[in-house]
């Protein structure tokens, strides 16, 4: 079983910072095929943020490409999401996900309001 807990986020303003953070908890020999994170807009469908796949690399959505930075520390077991240059359409609830075979984990998700 698979556990994700999504903190960092909260109220800040247009081209503010935030860091949000993911911690994990797994069973022995946890190996996801991909670890990323996913947001949700009001009245929008989840989207794509940034994902690390194994064996691919990491991809951005081209809204956050050159603000956003994921990353992620093993020994911690945690995934991170560097939010720079905040703007206003970043606002949502931000989700951690964890891909294992064709297993998608998701956390309750951290809200993100930017807000002037």
């Known amino acids: 079983q698979v556990q994700l807990v999504e903190s960092g986020g909260g109220l800040i303003q247009p081209g503010g910072s935030l860091r949000l953070s993911c911690e994990y908890t797994?069973?022995?020999?946890?190996?996801?095929?991909?670890m990323g994170w996913y947001r949700q807009a009001p009245g929008k469908q989840r989207e794509l943020v940034a994902v690390?796949?194994?064996?691919?690399?990491?991809e951005y959505a081209d809204s956050v490409k050159g603000r956003f930075t994921i990353s992620r520390d093993n020994d911690k077991n945690a995934v991170y999401l560097q939010m720079n240059n905040l703007k206003l359409e970043d606002t949502g609830v931000y989700y951690c996900?964890?891909?294992?075979?064709?297993?998608?984990?998701w956390g309750q998700g951290t809200q993100v309001t930017v807000a002037s």
């Open positions: 797994a069973g022995k020999g946890f190996l996801p095929n991909a």
């Open positions: 690390g796949t194994r064996g691919s690399g990491i």
């Open positions: 996900n964890a891909r294992v075979a064709w297993t998608m984990y």
